[in-house]
């Protein structure tokens, strides 16, 4: 089953606005990785962590690999509609499997 | 670079019929998956091909489930009886190798009435 905890699981906010989600897990990673999934489609990556303490951006995507490898964050600044979906977080140890979170859904509205 | 592609899109059966879907990964990926993703949850792994060996199947109901890729290139997973419960989508993603990034098909919706 699932072992990350992502939060909120949903949000609903004006655009423009700024975004804050993150995950958690009772074991460490060493590797996070922020996938974004549209409607009908599959996961798309956003940004891949691979050291406790980074910070990455990508555009108006921030994300960042906690000090304690049990958590991280994705922030989303000046948020616009097509930044609706399903945030997903997945966590990997070594070359373990990924495990996912259950996934923020965002909602903006114009 | 074509994607990951997935055939069919959706597909609705009765329980106890079989249903079969279709994987092509990205050319020169040597490592397929297949996930589950039910409504409101993130994918879960079912199995791992490196190349045209299943090495992680840990996850896959074997009773009922099965998968092959025997050429090391498409994929297909087959469920003989579907039940109601395997109502869910069906993703297939693929990486050069296990250590890289996985890039996802838009997956299967299968619907069992």
């Known amino acids: 089953g699932q072992q990350l905890n992502q939060s909120p699981q949903s949000m609903f906010i004006q655009e423009g606005e700024d975004v804050s989600m993150n995950c958690t897990s009772s074991?460490?990673?060493?590797?996070w990785l922020w996938y974004k999934q549209d409607p009908g489609e599959g996961p798309v990556l956003l940004i891949a962590l691979y050291k406790a303490g980074e910070l990455t951006s990508n555009g108006r995507l921030t994300a960042q690999f906690g000090i304690t490898r049990k958590d991280s964050f994705l922030n989303i600044s000046a948020s616009i509609p097509s930044d609706v979906g399903i945030y997903f977080c997945a966590g990997r140890y070594n070359n373990n499997d990924m495990r996912f979170g259950a996934g923020t859904r965002l909602t903006v509205k114009p | 670079e074509a994607g990951v592609v997935q055939s069919p899109r959706y597909k609705i059966i009765e329980k106890k019929q079989p249903v079969a879907f279709w994987c092509n990964p990205i050319s020169g990926h040597n490592t397929l998956y297949w996930y589950l993703q039910n409504l409101g949850q993130g994918p879960e792994l079912l199995i791992r091909?490196?190349?045209?060996?299943?090495?992680?199947d840990s996850q896959l109901p074997k009773d009922r489930f099965s998968a092959e890729r025997l050429k090391g290139v498409d994929s297909t997973l087959k469920i003989q009886p579907a039940e109601l419960g395997d109502s869910a989508v069906y993703l297939c993603?693929?990486?050069?190798?296990?250590?890289?990034?996985?890039?996802f098909g838009p997956g299967t919706r299968l619907l069992v009435l």
């Open positions: 091909y490196e190349n045209e060996e299943a090495v992680d």
């Open positions: 993603a693929s990486s050069r190798d296990h250590k890289e990034t996985q890039y």
């Open positions: 074991s460490i990673f060493n590797t």
